[in-house]
């Protein structure tokens, strides 16, 4: 009886110790993951400073006007309706940004959101934006996914998330340190139209503004 209790509490000790283990392992790497994370926001907010202050010597401190943000939106989305542009330039003391967005629609409850916005005149505000999109985010449960964008592209980074139930995509992009592009889907089945419409407007040639 001795000799198998003794068993029974080495077993017991050294499933213990395993889990304990594995649960320093798994906080170990989160810990790291984190850290990274965190290495990843520091160089994107040192490297929007830096393209900041290069457009400051080019006297480039200002957001486009509207009409011509509107012209970097899509023209055409496959099998759906473009709707009118809409923009707006708005200013007001130390902060400046211009807005542009299009609608497409398939039917009354199929639709495409697509909305860029100039923070070229708003830095401080774009860049709370975009460090949240460096810092590669995942997360799943029953009713949605979201994770770092498919989109690849320099100057480009992001998040996508879709929401299972009601098939509803959603895309936001931080381009070139001053962007901020989203589109959003209604009656998707995956991220797939979503993308293919960023990788359409050629996203590289925006992040170089």
């Known amino acids: 009886m001795k000799v ?14 395993c889990e304990q283990a594995k649960q320093a392992k798994e906080s ?16 994107n907010l040192e490297k929007a400073e830096t393209d900041r202050a290069e457009r400051v010597k080019r006297g480039d401190t200002l957001s ?26 708005q200013k007001m003391t130390g902060m400046a940004f211009s807005t542009a967005e299009r609608t497409f629609t398939k039917s009354p409850d199929e639709e495409v959101e697509i ?15 975009a ?10 449960d029953d009713d949605h996914i979201m994770g770092p964008t498919a989109v690849k592209a320099d100057g480009v ?38 993308k293919s419409i960023a990788d359409d407007m050629d996203l590289e040639k925006l992040a170089k503004l």
């Open 115 to 129: 909305s860029l916005i100039d923070y070229n005149g708003s830095n401080a505000l774009y860049q709370g934006a």
């Open 157 to 194: 980074k992001g998040m996508d998330t879709f929401y299972k139930k009601d098939g509803r995509a959603e895309m936001t992009l931080a381009v070139g340190g001053r962007f901020l592009l989203t589109l959003k889907g209604t009656k998707q089945k995956d991220m797939a139209l979503l």
């Open 131 to 140: 460090a949240m999109m460096s810092l590669g985010i995942e997360q799943e």
């Open 64 to 89: 486009l006007p509207y009409k011509e943000l509107e012209q970097y939106l899509p023209t055409e989305v496959s099998g759906y309706t473009p709707g009118e542009l809409k923009g707006q330039s």
């Open 28 to 43: 170990y790497s989160a810990i790291s993951k984190l850290s990274e994370a965190g290495k990843d926001m520091t160089a």
């Open 4 to 17: 198998q209790l003794t068993i029974a509490a080495a077993a017991l000790l050294l499933a213990t110790g």
